[in-house]
């Protein structure tokens, strides 16, 4: 998959299929919003935090969206580390399991099923909403830091892909909750 501005619909595509999986995982049984493995996040919580983590990019793409792209700051270079979290991540698809994320990104103890799913759409209209405003170039020029590791970044393209991502790594979550 090409991860680039000039391919922004389709990759708003698949994070359309992707929170579709989500909620689809979290709605195959009534009572499962408020169940858990032991230990773990609700089906609801799960939901809430890709959410929670939607808007935690989506809010400075938009911050930086009402500047021309053009007097952004320069893109940072990445490192090693880095470049590897991009092919593995965002690239392959693959997001590790057992990482813990910081509270700021953490959900609420009873996420309110119809506000949580509403903020789900809402936080990927945000970002469609800002890459349909920009040039193909100008998508792959548009960046922000990595809101989970701020020393990195993710361009607009790369965004869109890591949320998708992280979408299925959380439905995945909720279909190993029992039924």
Known sequence: MNIDGAHFEVLMSE?????RELVEAA?????????????KWTAGQHVEHVAISMAAMAGPLEARGHAPVSESPAR???GLLESLWIALVVKRGSLPRGGKTRAEF???????RAATLERLGGESD???ALGSRLSAEDRDRAWIANPFMPRWHYTLPEVVRVNAVHARHHAKLIREIDP
């Open 27 to 39: 709605e195959r049984d009534p009572g499962l919003w408020d169940r858990r493995k032991p230990g």
């Open 126 to 128: 945000r970002i469609r």
């Open 15 to 19: 994070l359309d299929s992707a929170c």
């Open 106 to 112: 953490g959900p609420t103890a009873l996420p309110d």
């Open 76 to 78: 940072p270079g990445r």
